[in-house]
T-cell receptor
Framework: RKEVEQDPGPFNVPEGATVAFNCTYSNSASQSFFWYRQDCRKEPKLLMS???SGNEDGRFTAQLNRASQYISLLIRDSKLSDSATYLCVVANTGGFKTIFGAGTRLFVKA | NAGVMQNPRHLVRRRGQEARLRCSPM?????VYWYRQLPEEGLKFMVY????????ESGMPKERFSAEFPKEGPSILRIQQVVRGDSAAYFC????????????FGQGTRLTVV
């Protein structure tokens, strides 16, 4: 089993749609969780951190379920500019390693 | 505060040559990660370094690849005797903490082996 698994997609959605991504992780001792965004041929950039209580930033909502070992990202009212690859990231302080999922591709169409 | 700086941005090498990729972390960051990304694929962890120490190199190929992060100067990812399959984007990231803080990425070095 991979340490971090994501549905690779692609997700093709119209503008204004709501789309959700899930990510599962295998190490129950994982400490920190993030969602990164990567545009084509660019470096990944932090989208948001994920906290146990869940957090929201505008149209984006991230949630963590420690019991089931998954995190999610919800994007509401999708924009064309949301088209990118979304990377699930899990950091293990014990292992001193940050693990990136393979990414989920999102295409938002007019 | 400059971000993570990688150079060169693009590197072309002939088969059998050596490739040296450099990464200067953000100021104050002492944790450096190297990742490889093949076309149309996700990021693959290669190695995690702190100053003068390799913490985890479980993602590094056993041969031809090496990495260092000296006390002074940038981190170096070195690929000896490159082959076409080494062509990829190599990203470096740095963080302040021991994996529980966000990592900031450089713009990557795109290696092409001809």
């Amino acid at each position: 089993r991979k340490e971090v698994e994501q549905d690779p997609g692609p997700f093709n959605v119209p503008e204004g749609a709501t789309v959700a991504f899930n990510c599962t992780y295998s190490n129950s001792a994982s400490q920190s969780f993030f969602w990164y965004r990567q545009d084509c041929r660019k470096e990944p950039k932090l989208l948001m951190s994920v906290y146990s209580s869940g957090n929201e930033d505008g149209r984006f909502t991230a949630q963590l379920n420690r019991a089931s070992q998954y995190i999610s990202l919800l994007i509401r009212d999708s924009k064309l500019s949301d088209s990118a690859t979304y990377l699930c990231v899990v950091a293990n302080t014990g292992g001193f390693k940050t693990i990136f999922g393979a990414g989920t591709r999102l295409f938002v169409k007019a | 505060n400059a971000g993570v700086m990688q150079n060169p941005r693009h590197l072309v090498r002939r088969r059998g040559q050596e490739a040296r990729l450099r990464c200067s972390p953000m100021k104050g960051h002492s944790h450096v990660y190297w990742y490889r990304q093949l076309p149309e694929e996700g990021l693959k962890f290669m190695v995690y370094l702190q100053k003068e120490n390799i913490i985890d190199e479980s993602g590094m190929p056993k041969e031809r690849f090496s990495a260092e992060f000296p006390k002074e100067g940038p981190s170096i990812l070195r690929i000896q005797q490159v082959v076409r399959g080494d062509s990829a984007a190599y990203f470096c990231a740095s963080s302040l903490g021991q994996g529980n803080t966000e990592a900031f990425f450089g713009q990557g070095t795109r290696l092409t082996v001809v």
